[in-house]
């Protein structure tokens, strides 16, 4: 019996968070970081995110996804209202000391190939391949992407639409399940310097900041039927 209690405790912390994608016809979203869109309604709202490495409560976020025959489209709300970025930067990597969103997106678990795309408040993308563990390609460039951010006076929203044909040539098949990161970085302004705050749709139990290691990933799953509906 107590062999049996441990095998259902242990299944149960390794179980892989699953975000289902809705499908929508397409030209319903329109891009501008207001989220006034009815299609919106249709999404799964997300915004069960931790703070593995504190004991803190963890700022507002959220998350929503949907798909049409074009596009994969993301949104990130934040509750921030110490925000940090630059009004203009000299290159990309620059974003990687502001407060921003990320997303992850991989074909499998091993990483051997995977994407990140990490998007600061002013929709500003910085963008890279990567292998496992932390070989970054930073010569690498997601084509098509579009983002829209507006900042509020309690945080800041970005909309993205990614084509489907830049996830495809990832290598990723999005009729089956695929593997994502949705993460937050989010720094603070004091007197001793920033102080940085990491944010994962996963509770993840290793123990330093690291988002590059496959226990940070759950899982994406596309709404079946698409072509069905585009159809009726």
Known sequence: MLFFLISISCSIEMEIPV??????????ISLDGI?????????????DFFLPWEDNTPPLTIFQALYDSVNLYIN??????NLVFKDSIDSEIDIASE??????????????????????????????MA?????????????????????????????????????????IDISRDFYVGLFRADFEKSV?????????????KIPEPDFHVPDALGIFRFSKNAHEKEHL
């Open 192 to 204: 001793s310097g920033l102080k940085e705050h990491w944010l994962s749709w996963i509770e993840l």
């Open 131 to 171: 292998t496992y563990y932390r070989k970054f390609d930073d010569k690498w460039n997601i084509d098509g992407i579009q983002t829209a951010s507006k900042i509020y006076s309690e945080g800041y929203q970005v909309e993205v639409a990614i084509p489907l044909n830049c996830i495809e040539k990832m290598g």
């Open 76 to 81: 990130f709300r934040t509750e921030d209202q």
């Open 35 to 47: 989220l006034d869109d009815d299609a919106w309604g249709e999404s799964k709202v997300l915004c």
């Open 19 to 28: 975000y289902e994608v809705n499908y929508i016809n397409k030209h319903y």
């Open 99 to 128: 407060d921003r969103v990320e997303l992850f997106l991989s074909k499998n678990t091993s990483m051997e190939e995977y994407f990140c795309i990490e998007i600061d408040p002013l929709g500003r993308i910085l963008d890279y």
